[in-house]
């Protein structure tokens, strides 16, 4: 049986030390961060950590992310960052940011799926921060969704997933980013980013001067890769889904209407719906609003899905700041099937 627990207005302290409990137990505990949710254990018992790859479905050789409530915790765990490292750990965290550091070997080896590294993260959500605090150990907590689908964002699809295979699982309300961390690694000197987020390249350049972005951001990777989780079918819907974007209007109209089948539905502008009045049209967010539409994608794609349309066709964005994140999802929503004009 898995117990829900509502967070949603205050932080009901009894419940908060049975969360605690729970995870230093070896149980899985489901929790909200300011990302997406999370589908966490106690990062140093591996039985636990194998039980997340389980509940999940995620090869085991995509490591985890080991989320931590303060920099005593980093420093336990991680061998002495480099002055750029330590430089990006104060900027951005606590934050929507992942560092790939050196792990200690106190990390069991499934967590880092066999890597001498490991992903290291602070969140800021309130909830989150409280629970890693009570649990007073480290939570490897990857997205809390089945391996290959969209990441979950509210607790209506947290609980289509994982109701009954999970010990507890606290609601938080909608997640406020909506797409996962920024994951980053330092690599000769250079910061890399493996996975883009809400913190941008620019964010992190306007940090220490200089950025990398990994080439496998838009492009499908094979053979050895930085990040494991690049090689892997993700965020994806059951239903068959392309992503258009130009960033002229009538291109992009013209271009969907060129796709429509009898029954597509679109996830577009809201400045957009009025040219398809005869097509089921959901509305990801305005044109100039990336949060939005960051915060809204992964739910809208769960939702669409279970209407079952032969196509789903989703309007991309401009590649910078946050589109940069939102495209390298997409791209990947849509198995690479996207076209650009
Ligand atoms: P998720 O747990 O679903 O948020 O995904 C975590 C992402 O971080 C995956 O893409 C992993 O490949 C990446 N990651 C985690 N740990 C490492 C590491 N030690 N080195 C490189 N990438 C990592
Ligand atoms: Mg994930």
Do not use: W
């Amino acid at each position: 049986m898995t117990k829900i627990i509502n967070f949603k207005e205050t932080i009901n302290q009894k419940e908060l030390e049975e969360i605690g409990s729970t995870l230093r137990n070896g149980k899985l505990v489901i929790f909200p961060t300011e990302t997406v949710y999370g589908i966490g254990a106690n990062a140093l018992d591996a039985k636990a950590v194998d039980d997340i790859f389980k509940a999940k479905g995620r090869a085991n050789d995509n490591p985890l992310i080991v989320h931590v409530a303060n920099f005593d915790m980093v420093h336990e765990l991680t061998y002495e960052p480099t002055p750029i490292e330590k430089h990006l750990m104060d900027a951005f965290m606590p934050g929507p940011f992942t560092l790939i550091l050196k792990k200690k070997k106190m990390i069991p080896d499934n967590v880092s799926a066999g890597l001498d590294t490991v992903g290291i993260r602070m969140p800021e959500n309130d909830i989150a921060r409280k629970i890693i605090e009570e649990a007073n150990v480290p939570v490897a907590a990857p997205s809390a969704n089945i391996s290959s689908r969209p990441s979950g964002t509210k607790i209506e699809d947290i609980k289509d997933e994982f109701d009954g295979k999970v010990d507890i699982i606290v609601d938080g309300g909608e997640t406020k980013i909506g797409i996962e961390s920024t994951v980053v690694k330092v690599i000769d000197g250079i910061p890399n980013v493996l996975r883009p987020g809400k913190i941008t390249p620019e964010d992190i350049k306007d940090v220490v001067g200089i950025v990398k972005i990994d080439e496998h951001v838009y492009k499908k990777a094979e053979g050895k890769v930085e990040s494991p989780g690049m090689k892997y079918r993700h965020y994806a819907p059951n239903s068959n889904c392309i992503m258009i974007y130009s960033e002229q209007d009538e291109i992009l109209i013209e271009e969907i209407k060129k796709h429509l089948t009898p029954n597509t539905i679109i996830i577009g502008y809201l400045e957009h719906q009025k040219y398809f009045p005869t097509t089921k049209f959901y509305v990801h967010g305005s044109k100039n609003n990336y949060d939005e539409i960051s915060h809204n994608i992964f739910s809208l794609l769960r939702k669409v899905d279970k209407e079952h349309p032969d196509l789903i066709i989703i309007e991309g964005v401009k590649k910078e700041g946050i589109g940069i994140a939102i495209m390298n999802r997409l791209i990947r929503s849509c198995s690479y099937h996207y076209i650009e004009k």
